[in-house]
Nanobody, 116 residues
Framework: VQLQASGGGLVQPGGSLRLSCAAS????????MGWYRQAPGKERELVAL???????NYAESVKGRFTISGDNAQNTLYLQMNSLKPEDTAVYYC???????????WGQGTEVTVSS
């Protein structure tokens, strides 16, 4: 599985961005999909998860501001980010995981900078 992330950029505090992650084949009905981020000098952290059944889970720091969703027909995962803060600045990575099969795939990352 190949994952291609896009949509990052420079945005002012309070602004919005939508990240996309295109998968090379149909996996959303099987894999757990997620967005992670890594800020400079920090560990990579989970931002949001979407299970194969459509359930979602969010880091406390983004709850109420970010929304993860998937378009099964387009094999594309999204992360809608609203009310962005400077502390959201990071490289964002999409991930596809199928634990019982030992599958763990990463996209190449897309950079988000929140600054005035």
């Amino acid at each position: 599985v190949q994952l291609q992330a896009s949509g990052g950029g420079l945005v002012q505090p309070g602004g919005s961005l939508r990240l996309s992650c295109a998968a090379s084949r149909s996996i959303f009905s099987i894999y757990t999909m997620g967005w992670y981020r890594q800020a400079p000098g920090k560990e990579r952290e989970l931002v949001a998860l979407r299970t194969s059944g459509g359930s979602t889970n969010y880091a406390e720091s983004v709850k109420g501001r970010f929304t993860i969703s998937g378009d099964n027909a387009q094999n594309t995962l999204y992360l809608q980010m609203n009310s962005l803060k400077p502390e959201d600045t990071a490289v964002y990575y999409c991930n596809a995981k199928l634990v019982y099969a030992g599958h763990n795939y990463w996209g190449q990352g897309t950079e988000v900078t929140v600054s005035s």
